[in-house]
Structures are given as C-alpha cells and as structure tokens.
C-alpha cells in the first residue's frame, strides 16, 4: 500500500514536470477534432451520415461506417481533398455521393488528411464506443498517465527509466480490442500489479470513462 502510495505521488510530479509543447495529437485523436468541426455537420456525430445539415439541405451523406472500409487510404485521401481522377468511378471530381460534398484539398493539410482517415477508420472498425469525451481524456492523459504510459501511450513514459516497469501499450491494437471499456475502467480505478496505482477517489467515473475513450482512440 506504503509502495504504490509512493508511486502515485512520484507519478504526480513527473506528469507535472513534462512539457506539454513536447506532446503531438495522435492521428485519430486529431483526427476526431477535425471531425467535430468539418464532418459532423453533414455525417452526423457516429458517421452515418444523419448530420443536421444533411436535413435541411435534403441531401444523403455516406454513412461513414460502412463506406470507409471498402476504401483504401489512397481512395479515401482523394475523396476527402477531391485531388486526383477516382480510380473508381474515373471521374476528376471526388464526391461520389453527392455533388453537395465539399472538397478539402485547399483547407486540411496532408497530415491532418491522414488524421481524419485514422478516426475515419476508428469509427468504421472498432468494436468499442466512445463512452466519455476523449478531449477531457487527452488533458487527463497528460497529467496521470504519460509519466508512466509515454507521450504517444506506447508504454516509455519517463518513469521506466527510473523504475523497472513495462507500462501497457495502449496503441497496441490487438491488445486494447481485446479489453472492453468496463475491463479499462476498473484497471484504472482499482489499480493493477504492482505499480499500477488505483484512482478511485482521485479520478472520477466520469473523468476516467473520458480517458478510456481517449484511451481507445491512441490503439488507431
């Protein structure tokens, strides 16, 4: 108890010493603001094309969830940007669905294209929900767990140089599809092996199902 009391301190001084102008988004966690702002609208906030403006204007979006897995990253980069003549249908323009999609090319940059794609592909795939707001989770992320879990979640974070420990790797994506949501939650709020502190009564259920959902973005 004395042990992980020491460690859960320790970690609360790494994570307060780390800058945060060191720590880049990962692709579908960037991927998913880009999102928000741009897709959502039209594709609605799961994807599936029931956005509030898809209404007013009576058009139907893609329903993301299902499309995006029968494309290709290359495909998918040319309907997003509209750069390129589509090896599918041979048309120069990009909006296969609705001549109402708007083309990105000029306004997201090719890394912020690869991001959207990474969500783009969380969403399409993966087996768990979002259960809380992984905007919450990213800050929370920051402060409590990349001392130990790393600045990408890879399991380096600053704190195995000092202590013989091999932190999960949460961008393993064999490894985090196996968990469920509820299996993450408890690790987190009741602790695991010997430096795995419990947060319970530090954290809320609340904050910790937001760093389950980031969690779950950093394994795309």
């Known amino acids: 108890m004395v042990k ?32 928000t702002s741009y897709c ?20 139907k979006p893609a329903d993301l ?9 290359t495909i998918l980069k040319k309907i997003i940007s509209g750069a390129g003549r589509q090896t599918i249908t041979g048309r120069d323009r990009h909006n296969l669905i609705s001549q109402a999609m708007p083309e990105w090319e000029n ?27 992984p905007e919450m989770g990213f800050k929370l992320y920051e402060r409590y767990c990349q001392a130990c ?3 990408e979640g890879e399991g380096d974070g600053i704190m195995t140089s000092l202590i013989k420990m091999e932190p999960m790797d949460h961008t393993n994506p064999a490894t985090m599809s196996g968990l469920s949501n509820e299996e993450l939650v408890q690790s987190i709020e009741n602790g695991k092996g010997d430096f795995m502190p419990a947060w319970k009564g530090i954290i809320s259920r609340e904050k910790i199902e937001a760093l389950v959902s980031y969690i779950r973005l950093l394994a795309n």
């Open 149 to 151: 879990h790393g600045l």
């Open 40 to 59: 959502l609208i039209c594709h609605g906030p799961d994807g599936k094309g029931n956005g509030p403006l898809s209404v007013k204007m009576n058009i």
């Open 65 to 73: 969830t299902v499309t995006v897995r029968t494309r290709s990253d």
């Open 4 to 35: 992980k009391l020491m460690i859960g301190m320790m970690l609360m001084i790494f994570s307060c010493l780390v800058s945060n102008a060191y720590a880049d988004y990962p692709p579908a966690y960037e991927g998913r603001l880009l999102f």
């Open 107 to 133: 306004i997201l940059s090719e890394q912020e294209i690869r991001s959207l794609i990474a969500y783009l592909r969380f969403i399409s795939t993966s087996k768990h929900k979002l259960m809380g707001d």
